[in-house]
């Protein structure tokens, strides 16, 4: 099946500071992908879709100032959280507008 | 409102126990219904559901989409303590490849 790729895997962080999860297709191109954030012991919540070329679609309750997307090729998406905080601890995982949908392994982000 | 209701949410069964995982759903757009295990990382792929009453199966696991009852379930076979697993359920709507996630079922299986 289709690659999905993320980076890094894992980040620790101070609490303040921004971080950049990066989300690849390998072997095919997506014009569209997911990002989702799970917390322990409860389901994936879709937090925006972001679309190459043009703004992400964020949820409800999500900030776009504090989840900043982009999307600028057709194989990368990257989700910066910026002025992370300890609430912002997730899990967080992409996946590709694939059929059937394709997911990263996820990146494990901890704010101290 | 679009939702997705799992059941049950945790099981336990002793290794070689057959399972049955329920998935119910009420959505606008239906476009399929897929199914997910999940373990210690991101979803891995199991199966993907469109048509009504056919069984798909791969191994141990079958899986069938009732669209009348608007469910699915999944069976695994002769368990194994490797099928210990968080099985998510989601239902995939219109053209925009949005998916509805259920709550997951947490499946224990003890050796």
């Known amino acids: 099946g289709a690659v999905v790729s993320q980076h890094p895997s894992r980040v620790i962080c101070k609490s303040g500071t921004s971080v950049k999860i990066e989300c690849r297709s390998l072997d095919f191109q997506a014009t569209t992908m997911f990002w989702y954030r799970q917390f322990p012991k409860q389901s994936l919540m879709l937090m925006a879709t972001s679309n190459e070329g043009s703004k992400a679609t964020y949820e409800q309750g999500v900030e776009k100032d504090k989840f900043l997307i982009n999307h600028a090729s057709l194989t990368l998406s990257t989700l910066t959280v910026t002025s992370a905080h300890p609430e912002d601890s997730s899990f967080y995982i992409c996946?590709?507008?694939?059929?059937?949908?394709?997911f990263g392994p996820g990146t494990r982000l901890t704010v101290l | 409102e679009d939702k997705v209701v799992q059941s049950p949410l945790s099981l336990v069964v002793h290794e070689g126990d057959t399972v049955t995982l329920n998935c119910s759903y009420e959505?606008?757009?239906?476009?399929?219904l897929l199914w997910y295990k999940q373990e210690k990382k991101a979803p891995t792929f199991l199966f993907m559901l469109t048509s009504s009453g056919i069984e798909k199966k791969s191994g141990r696991l079958s899986s069938i989409l009732d669209k009348k009852e608007l469910s699915s379930i999944l069976n695994i076979t002769a368990t194994q303590t490797g099928d210990s697993a968080i099985y998510l359920c989601?239902?995939?709507?219109?053209?925009?490849?949005?998916?509805?996630w259920g709550a997951g079922t947490k499946l224990i299986i003890k050796p």
């Open positions: 996946s590709a507008a694939t059929v059937p949908p394709y």
């Open positions: 989601a239902v995939e709507l219109g053209s925009n490849y949005q998916l509805i």
């Open positions: 959505v606008t757009n239906f476009r399929s």
